[in-house]
């Protein structure tokens, strides 16, 4: 519940909701997206060297519970779909031994990114809620935004929704 103190007219609200809304609305793009992040283990990821396929951009950290509880679907389906491919973006100041540490008890198939919580990628920019997931269609667009945890049966969903032929117009 949202109480504000001293509403005026009641533009300070009108204003928080529409910024709220248009972040969380914030799922589509007609431009193609990429970047490149370190990896955990050693070389770089672009986003580009996957295009063709659909990609599951995860944003998580160690810490944090909904993140853990979605690790296994998307190693699942990391390793079941050949049409998609997950990365994971590491969302936290940690060091490469406490991450590998992590992953020996996780079992995480799918690669592991590194994103500077200072400077994260753009055009994502920092995520606004963790675990956040971002589903890139086969052009590099952003076809759709999850924010909060999102299971294996959801993206796939998505995923098959959208024609062979229309997956770089996904929407």
Same mark, same amino acid.
């Given at each position: 519940m949202l109480r504000v103190k001293n509403p005026g007219n009641g533009k300070w609200l009108?204003?928080?909701?529409?910024?709220? /809304?248009?972040?969380?609305?914030?799922?589509?793009?007609?431009?193609?997206?990429? /970047?490149? &992040?370190?990896?955990? $283990?050693g070389g770089e990821i672009?986003?580009?060297?996957?295009? $063709? $396929?659909?990609?599951?951009?995860?944003?998580?950290?160690?810490?944090?519970?909904?993140?853990?509880?979605?690790?296994?679907? &998307?190693?699942?389906?990391?390793?079941?779909?050949?049409?998609?491919?997950?990365? $994971?973006?590491? /969302?936290?100041?940690?060091?490469?031994?406490? /991450?590998?540490t992590f992953l020996a008890e996780f079992h995480i198939s799918y690669p592991i990114l590194h994103v500077d919580v200072y400077h994260p990628p753009e055009p994502f920019g920092a995520p606004k809620v963790l675990p956040t997931t971002i589903i890139l269609d086969t052009e590099g667009r952003v076809a759709k935004t999850y924010l909060g945890p999102v299971t294996r049966e959801v993206i796939e969903h998505f995923v098959d929704s959208v024609p062979a032929d229309k997956g770089s117009k996904a929407r």
């Open positions: 009108i204003l928080l909701m529409i910024v709220t /809304f248009s972040v969380a609305a914030r799922e589509e793009s007609n431009e193609p997206v990429d /970047f490149t &992040l370190p990896r955990l $283990g672009a986003l580009s060297d996957y295009l $063709g $396929g659909w990609v599951v951009v995860n944003y998580w950290a160690t810490w944090c519970a909904p993140c853990r509880k979605e690790i296994p679907e &998307l190693s699942q389906l990391h390793d079941e779909r050949d049409d998609v491919t997950v990365l $994971g973006l590491a /969302f936290e100041d940690t060091d490469d031994e406490a /991450f590998e």
